[in-house]
């Protein structure tokens, strides 16, 4: 089995030897390349390879190169969903992997993956990363915008460097080795920092928090959105909720009730946890508590039992609300007032 990680590097380091052609088993063309590899073609024809396989999908890389076969797991075992699940629970594969791989197995079409075209996008900054000196400023400039955007130096310290090499090496000329050395510097950065600078100067809307982490990375540059007020363009197109319960979510917010927490969220909506889970870290859970004082379910913590029949409530159940308010305090939620009482959702309709 061939890896791609080891077919880029070979490809970026010893391209003009025709390196990563031995390894992916076309020795012609490895050949090839070393005949002409003093006419430095090889050497920039393998570097370009090397980047391609470098920020290819492991997918299409083991449809090219391994038969379609992926790269073996932990254990040599066939691959049914029982395996899949311990892969995942281990941590072996991630979140996206392993939806993709069930959806396989079951026969199901892909997932529309919608961050796909900004994910694949080559900024010029890449490009001019694999020259030297200009690569220097280069990644320079892709450290800048990453610190202005997340305010975080880490960036831009790893870039600094690279910069001041490629500087040195052409005042002094002694020390011009410095460039050389900066140059797979520049590469590996920009290698490694593409996707966050993609992830992290897009505009709002352009990506779909499909993870966890894509979720909190996406918090950090645009804020979280607030459930209890988040429009109907936000559930769906930006958090990617299917539309019928982003109607549901509506509906609740029409009512005046506000959602407390990720739990409560899923329990009143009934909305499924894999298309919520995931978006915690880009969610908050805003309280209009005053103006929603008056209407919906609020009243419950300030009428009596006359007002709340006069709003639709069985004399019973008014007396239920009225007195374990008395005794445990006002509600929080109508989760809490079902959770005290007793009550169901149904027995609350006329109010809510």
Request: glycine fraction near 10%; hydrophobic fraction near 45%.
């Amino acid at each position: 089995m061939k890896h791609r990680l080891t077919a880029g590097l070979l490809g970026c380091f010893l391209g003009w030897l025709g390196a990563h052609k031995f390894y992916l088993g076309k020795p012609g063309w490895g050949i090839a390349y070393l005949l002409f590899s003093w006419t430095y073609i090889p050497g920039v024809v393998g570097f370009l390879e090397g980047i391609s396989y470098l920020i290819m999908s492991d997918e299409k890389f083991d449809q090219l190169y391994n038969g379609g076969q992926a790269l073996p797991a932990a254990e040599n075992k066939p691959l049914t969903l029982e395996n899949l699940k311990k892969l995942y629970d281990q941590g072996l594969i991630t979140e996206g992997e392993y939806e993709q791989k069930r959806r396989k197995l079951l026969g199901l079409p892909a997932p529309v993956d919608k961050n796909a075209p900004v994910l694949k996008q080559m900024p010029l900054w890449v490009w001019l990363s694999a020259i030297p000196f200009v690569g220097g400023l280069a990644v320079t400039y892709a450290g800048w915008e990453m610190r202005r955007v997340t305010r975080v130096n880490g960036w831009l310290v790893l870039a600094l460097p690279l910069l001041v090499a490629n500087f040195v090496g052409i005042l002094f000329q002694p020390l011009e080795i410095l460039i050389l050395l900066a140059w797979p510097g520049q590469i590996i950065y920009a290698i490694a920092v593409r996707k966050p600078y993609l992830i992290y100067t897009s505009p709002k809307g352009t990506l779909v928090p499909t993870t966890a982490k894509l979720a909190a990375q996406l918090a950090r540059v645009h804020g979280t959105v607030d459930i209890n007020n988040a429009s109907k363009d936000d559930l769906v197109n930006y958090l990617g909720i299917p539309i019928a319960y982003a109607n549901v979510i509506q509906q609740f917010q029409k009512q005046g009730i506000c959602f407390e927490d990720l739990e409560h969220l899923k329990t009143l909506t009934g909305i499924p946890k894999q298309y919520v889970d995931h978006l915690a870290p880009i969610l908050s859970y805003g309280v209009r508590y005053q103006e929603t004082l008056n209407y919906s379910w609020h009243r419950l913590n300030t009428l009596s039992v006359q007002e709340l029949q006069g709003w639709g409530l069985p004399r019973d159940v008014a007396e239920k609300v009225v007195q374990e308010r008395e005794r445990g305090g006002r509600y929080g939620s109508v989760l809490e007032v079902t959770r005290r009482t007793g009550l169901s959702l149904s027995d609350l309709g006329p109010i809510l």
